[in-house]
């Protein structure tokens, strides 16, 4: 069984910044990709950032590109987004996922794993 756990969201004002990170931990698991995906209240869950594990190859959905930035820490099996020139739009829980086999990254159904969930609120 594979754990991710999330922390850094909060309240932040439009056009400020905030870093969220995300940590798997367990036995004998193998991640191919891990992702960033928000669901914003009445909305389903969509597709942030993601990344290939191996080659850190990152992907972006349009609406973040060029504001957000997915990273990874092998050595802590950590997954960093960090967010600037935030909107109010941005305001949703965050979630991340972890793909063990080869999946497409924005994908979500594909995913195997998931975290709890952080906060993310941007207002003034």
């Known amino acids: 069984q594979v754990q991710l756990v999330e922390s850094g969201g909060g309240l932040v004002q439009p056009g400020g910044s905030l870093g969220l990170s995300c940590t798997a931990s367990g036995r004998d698991f193998r991640t191919y990709a891990m992702g960033w995906f928000r669901q914003a209240p009445g909305k389903e869950r969509v597709f942030v950032a993601g990344l290939i594990w191996s080659d850190g190859l990152t992907y972006y959905a349009d609406s973040v590109r060029g504001r957000f930035a997915i990273y990874r820490d092998i050595t802590k099996n950590t997954v960093y987004l960090q967010m600037e020139s935030l909107k109010p739009e941005d305001t949703a829980v965050y979630y991340c996922?972890?793909?063990?086999?080869?999946?497409?990254?924005?994908?979500?159904?594909?995913?195997?794993?998931w975290g709890q969930g952080t906060q993310v609120t941007v207002s003034s």
């Open positions: 996922g972890l793909g063990s086999t080869q999946i497409p990254v924005s994908h979500s159904e594909y995913y195997d794993y």
